[in-house]
């Protein structure tokens, strides 16, 4: 293997991983506030200036995908529904050449309103998130009301063929342990597809505990309890959920456990901040900043160089289980989830 990054070319690292997927934070600014990832009061929000431009932002995803290979953008925040030019940006870079991938992660609120809008613009497919059924448990977790607008939000988005839709989960103990049978029994039903994640160190509160995390063996013996579970024939790839059909299929089921059984050797990850920072991992300590570069006028070639050597510096892996393990600094909501 080479020594140095390339200069031409795809996104590769120094362990051979090459990204294709690039993940796009709209906006560091969310109108939820669950305990998992934010504070109450919120969080010092990035200053209008610093944030990318819906123009710098296409620039970017254009040169990803005409220049580095990236095949999939997913946009995500904070939450990206509330950018203003979110329609007008899904749209820029549904017109690059070879057509990406599109998809978006959100909490779903407002989505009814805005998913044909999105659908029309190129919007390919959609990750709601959703933690729990109850609607006082939804306002205890996301310190919101909103329960009902993010049931509209995922009917809106199966309604306007945003297909398949899938739902994230976090599971907290103490919190929404119980509820994965409920969420399951609740996506098959509606035809979306749930996903739970093991909750990771990415709180801006450091309040995560390893020790009381509900581990994707327990998620899986919850599941069982009303449902059989058997082996996803289709190939994994470098998709983070390990999958498995349930009650025999069609439906499936994910578990995304980052953290008991990190998939850090398939990553095919590269994320870009809201402003302007590239990220070669959720986990890394260290950002490219190509907004400033950008912004100094820098031609695309030199973008793509500085893309390419900040992913040469990817590290094997996140280190969660190291005890040298280092929260990086900035929390999920403003890397991009
Ligand atoms: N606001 C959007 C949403 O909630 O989908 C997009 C951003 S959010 C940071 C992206 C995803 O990260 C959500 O599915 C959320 O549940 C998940 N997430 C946030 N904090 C997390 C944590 N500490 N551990 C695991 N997942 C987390
Ligand atoms: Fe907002 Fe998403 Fe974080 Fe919840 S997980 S506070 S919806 S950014």
């Given amino acids: 293997m080479s020594v140095a990054p390339r200069t031409d070319g795809v996104l590769v690292d120094r362990y051979g991983r090459v990204a294709r997927d690039l993940r796009v934070s709209l906006t560091d600014k969310c109108n939820l506030r669950c305990t998992y990832c934010m504070p109450a009061e919120g969080l010092p929000?990035?200053?209008?200036?610093?944030?990318?431009?819906?123009?710098?932002?296409?620039?970017?995803?254009?040169?990803?995908?005409?220049?580095?290979?990236?095949?999939?953008?997913?946009?995500?925040?904070?939450?990206?529904?509330?950018?203003a030019g979110l329609v007008d940006i899904v749209a820029s870079v549904a017109a690059v050449e070879p057509r990406p991938r599109i998809s978006l992660t959100t909490n779903g609120i407002g989505l009814d309103r805005l998913a044909p809008a999105l659908r029309t613009a190129g919007l390919d497919r959609v990750?709601?998130?959703?933690?729990?059924?109850?609607?006082?448990?939804?306002?205890?977790?996301?310190?919101?009301?909103?329960?009902d607008a993010v049931l509209a939000g995922l009917a809106g988005a199966a309604a306007a063929g945003l297909n398949p839709v899938k739902i994230n989960s976090v599971l907290m103990r103490g919190v929404n342990e119980d509820e994965a049978p409920a969420l399951l029994r609740f996506a098959v039903d509606h035809g979306y597809q749930l996903r739970i994640i093991e909750q990771m160190p990415l709180d801006a509160q450091h309040g995560w505990d390893r020790s009381t995390m509900v581990t994707a063996e327990e998620i899986l013996a919850a599941l069982r309890t009303q449902f059989d579970l058997s082996p996803d024939p289709t190939e994994r790839g470098a998709a983070p959920a390990e999958t498995w059909l349930v009650d025999g299929g069609p439906a499936r089921v994910g578990v995304i456990a980052s953290v008991t059984r990190p998939f850090?050797?398939?990553?095919?990850?590269t994320r870009l901040t809201a402003d302007g920072q590239v990220r070669a991992c959720l986990f890394a300590t260290e950002e490219s900043d190509l907004r400033a570069a950008l912004r100094g006028g820098a031609d695309d070639e030199e973008l793509a160089r500085r893309w390419r050597t900040a992913m040469w510096g990817k590290r094997a892996g996140h280190g969660i289980d190291d005890p040298t393990f280092l929260q990086p600094a900035r929390p999920m909501s403003a890397i991009g989830g």
């Fill in 45 to 83: 929000w990035l200053a209008g200036p610093e944030l990318l431009t819906d123009a710098e932002i296409v620039r970017l995803v254009r040169l990803a995908v005409e220049r580095l290979g990236v095949t999939e953008v997913r946009f995500t925040g904070g939450e990206p529904l509330i950018r």
């Fill in 127 to 147: 990750n709601v998130s959703l933690d729990t059924l109850d609607p006082a448990r939804f306002t205890q977790l996301t310190r919101r009301p909103r329960l």
């Fill in 264 to 269: 850090c050797g398939d990553c095919d990850r």
